[in-house]
Protein backbone atom coordinates (compact mmCIF):
# COMPACT_ATOMS: atom_id res chain seq x y z
CA UNK A 1 0.00 0.00 0.00
CA UNK A 2 1.61 3.47 -1.41
CA UNK A 3 1.60 5.76 1.75
CA UNK A 4 3.31 8.85 3.24
CA UNK A 5 3.46 9.46 6.88
CA UNK A 6 3.84 12.58 8.32
CA UNK A 7 5.32 13.55 11.87
CA UNK A 8 6.54 17.40 13.20
CA UNK A 9 4.40 20.43 13.12
CA UNK A 10 3.37 21.95 16.40
CA UNK A 11 2.82 25.41 17.76
CA UNK A 12 5.34 27.78 17.42
CA UNK A 13 6.45 31.35 18.39
CA UNK A 14 6.74 34.18 15.38
CA UNK A 15 10.94 33.56 14.37
CA UNK A 16 10.94 30.27 15.60
CA UNK A 17 11.95 26.99 13.76
CA UNK A 18 9.97 23.51 12.97
CA UNK A 19 11.00 20.69 11.15
CA UNK A 20 8.50 18.59 9.70
CA UNK A 21 9.13 14.93 8.01
CA UNK A 22 7.44 12.70 5.71
CA UNK A 23 8.21 9.01 5.41
CA UNK A 24 7.42 6.81 2.67
CA UNK A 25 6.35 3.43 1.86
CA UNK A 26 4.97 1.07 -0.52
CA UNK A 27 6.80 2.52 -4.01
CA UNK A 28 10.23 3.29 -4.87
CA UNK A 29 10.40 6.40 -2.76
CA UNK A 30 13.99 7.48 -4.77
CA UNK A 31 12.19 7.82 -8.17
CA UNK A 32 9.89 10.52 -7.50
CA UNK A 33 9.68 14.07 -7.46
CA UNK A 34 8.50 15.02 -3.88
CA UNK A 35 6.55 18.41 -2.31
CA UNK A 36 5.11 19.58 0.30
CA UNK A 37 2.03 21.68 -0.06
CA UNK A 38 -0.12 23.77 3.00
CA UNK A 39 -3.57 24.98 2.92
CA UNK A 40 -4.64 27.99 5.15
CA UNK A 41 -7.64 28.66 6.42
CA UNK A 42 -10.00 30.26 3.77
CA UNK A 43 -7.34 29.58 1.01
CA UNK A 44 -6.58 26.97 -1.38
CA UNK A 45 -3.98 24.41 -0.98
CA UNK A 46 -0.85 25.95 -2.49
CA UNK A 47 3.02 24.39 -3.35
CA UNK A 48 5.20 25.13 -0.99
CA UNK A 49 8.51 23.80 -2.14
CA UNK A 50 9.78 20.79 -4.38
CA UNK A 51 12.47 18.45 -4.77
CA UNK A 52 14.12 16.46 -7.28
CA UNK A 53 14.25 12.56 -7.00
CA UNK A 54 17.72 12.79 -6.55
CA UNK A 55 17.62 15.90 -4.19
CA UNK A 56 19.67 17.76 -6.42
CA UNK A 57 16.91 20.19 -6.99
CA UNK A 58 14.53 22.20 -5.10
CA UNK A 59 12.26 24.85 -5.82
CA UNK A 60 10.72 27.24 -3.18
CA UNK A 61 7.34 29.39 -3.64
CA UNK A 62 8.19 33.28 -2.92
CA UNK A 63 6.60 33.59 0.29
CA UNK A 64 9.22 30.58 1.93
CA UNK A 65 12.21 31.48 -0.24
CA UNK A 66 14.93 32.06 2.21
CA UNK A 67 13.16 30.31 5.34
CA UNK A 68 12.10 26.98 4.39
CA UNK A 69 14.25 24.21 3.53
CA UNK A 70 13.24 20.99 1.74
CA UNK A 71 15.70 17.94 1.75
CA UNK A 72 15.48 13.97 1.42
CA UNK A 73 17.18 11.16 2.43
CA UNK A 74 16.46 8.12 -0.46
CA UNK A 75 18.07 5.82 2.33
CA UNK A 76 15.33 6.20 4.67
CA UNK A 77 12.55 7.30 2.30
CA UNK A 78 11.73 10.35 4.28
CA UNK A 79 11.24 13.91 3.20
CA UNK A 80 11.72 17.08 5.45
CA UNK A 81 10.92 20.47 5.29
CA UNK A 82 13.21 22.58 7.83
CA UNK A 83 11.27 26.03 8.60
CA UNK A 84 12.94 29.09 9.78
CA UNK A 85 11.84 32.59 10.60
CA UNK A 86 8.09 31.41 10.83
CA UNK A 87 5.77 34.09 10.80
CA UNK A 88 1.70 34.05 11.59
CA UNK A 89 1.13 34.04 8.17
CA UNK A 90 2.71 30.05 7.79
CA UNK A 91 0.13 29.22 10.00
CA UNK A 92 -1.64 26.06 8.29
CA UNK A 93 -2.08 22.28 7.57
CA UNK A 94 1.39 21.38 5.88
CA UNK A 95 1.24 18.04 3.70
CA UNK A 96 3.77 15.73 1.39
CA UNK A 97 2.67 14.96 -1.71
CA UNK A 98 3.46 12.88 -4.88
CA UNK A 99 2.46 11.82 -8.07
CA UNK A 100 3.22 9.56 -10.46
CA UNK A 101 1.70 8.58 -14.06
CA UNK A 102 -1.67 7.13 -13.26
CA UNK A 103 -1.46 8.42 -9.26
CA UNK A 104 -1.51 11.08 -6.76
CA UNK A 105 -0.69 10.74 -3.04
CA UNK A 106 -1.06 12.42 -0.26
CA UNK A 107 0.09 12.69 3.72
CA UNK A 108 -2.22 12.73 6.21
CA UNK A 109 -1.66 16.38 6.92
CA UNK A 110 -0.04 18.16 9.87
CA UNK A 111 -1.02 21.33 11.62
CA UNK A 112 1.76 24.60 11.95
CA UNK A 113 1.02 27.01 13.84
CA UNK A 114 2.93 29.72 14.41
CA UNK A 115 1.62 32.73 17.43
CA UNK A 116 2.90 34.41 20.41
Known amino acids: QVQLVQSGGGLVEPGGSLRLSCVGS????????MSWYRQTPGQERELVAQ????????DYADSVRGRFTISRDNAKNTLYLQMSSLKPTDTGVYYCYFYTDTSTTWGQGTQVTVSS
Open 26 to 33: GFTFSNYI
Open 51 to 58: ISSDGDAT
